[in-house]
């Protein structure tokens, strides 16, 4: 499968729609979609072409009616509900020197992108779509549905989440506990930078016997490589510390520290039966996308 849009790419577009139709349909394309067949699919709406839209949906006796295009779109019966949740403290905010250099995205941006697609692919399918995103500063929650025109308010929604604090405490979250534990599919991005580490404990929380939860954990060349060079003053995103080193003296001990973070992490995760992927921003999406795909079709 070839390579999507880099991520420096896609941050030149900023129509959100149009960057999750191109990773999709391109992701689809790539896998050699199948169709779907069998009980289950029924009509539900329609609604005014769009450019890309295949021909073979357009109603052409409504169009000798109206003379406008129309496609229809049908839904299929489905008993799962795919719920996305985005971590919103202020630490997505992170963007590494290569993309910064280049106008690309940070890590918030990318996961938009990431669930807007995974949105796409899952209601394409007939699933129904949630989102919960959280910060100490605004809790955003749209309830799970299906169809194209609630992808579109899930967009409205994502486009509309902005970063600032920290993830909120459990309690503030918990009127939602019970739908996202709901029979499905909960995929949770975040790049797991807490000093409460409310967000592992949150998710832990909502894996049971009928929900399966997928992390992914946002990461970017920065952090895995530590290329820097000579004095540098870093800055903790969501407490404003600041701290001045030489970066030579500092690199040992910040990988090793790293190493460890990720270890504990992920152990932490599987205890809990979560499946933990890790998704670079500076790399093409599709191998995510590919990742998340996999990790999937193993829950089933």
């Avoid at 109603?59 to 509900?81: G, H, M, N, P």
């Amino acid at each position: 499968m070839q390579s999507l849009l880099d991520p420096i790419t896609l941050s030149r577009i900023k129509d959100l729609p149009l960057v999750a139709k191109t990773l999709a349909h391109g992701f689809l394309h790539g896998l050699h979609a199948s169709q779907q067949r069998g009980t289950g699919v029924e009509f539900n709406q329609y609604r005014s072409y769009e450019p890309g839209d295949p021909l073979a949906q357009i109603d052409w006796k409504l169009f000798a009616r109206s003379d406008k295009y129309f496609v229809s779109e049908a839904q299929r019966e489905s008993d799962i509900r795919v719920w996305l949740i985005l971590d919103a403290s202020a630490s997505m905010l992170q963007i590494s020197q290569k993309t910064k250099q280049q106008g690309g995205w940070n890590k918030l941006q990318y996961a938009k992108s990431l669930l807007a697609t995974i949105a796409y692919l899952a209601q394409h399918q007939g699933d129904a779509v949630g989102l919960l995103s959280a910060s100490s500063q605004a809790v955003s929650y749209l309830p799970a549905n299906t169809g194209q025109r609630h992808w579109r308010r899930l967009l409205v929604n994502l486009h509309n989440i902005s970063s600032g604090g920290q993830f909120p405490d459990i309690e503030s979250l918990r009127a939602h506990i019970a739908s996202v534990r709901s029979q499905g599919l909960v995929i949770v991005a975040s790049d797991f930078y807490q000093h409460n580490q409310e967000l592992v404990s949150f998710i832990s929380g909502l894996s049971n016997r009928k929900t399966d939860v997928i992390a992914v954990q946002l990461e970017c060349d920065d952090e895995i490589d530590f290329p820097y060079k000579g004095q540098i003053r870093f800055e903790d995103l969501e407490s404003q510390k600041q701290t001045l080193l030489w970066a030579q003296h500092a690199k040992k001990d910040y990988l090793s520290a790293r190493d460890s973070f990720n270890l504990e992490l992920e152990n932490t995760l599987t205890a809990s039966h979560i499946q933990l992927l890790r998704a670079n921003i500076d790399r093409p999406m599709d191998s995510t996308l590919l990742d998340f795909l996999r990790a999937r079709q193993k829950l089933a």
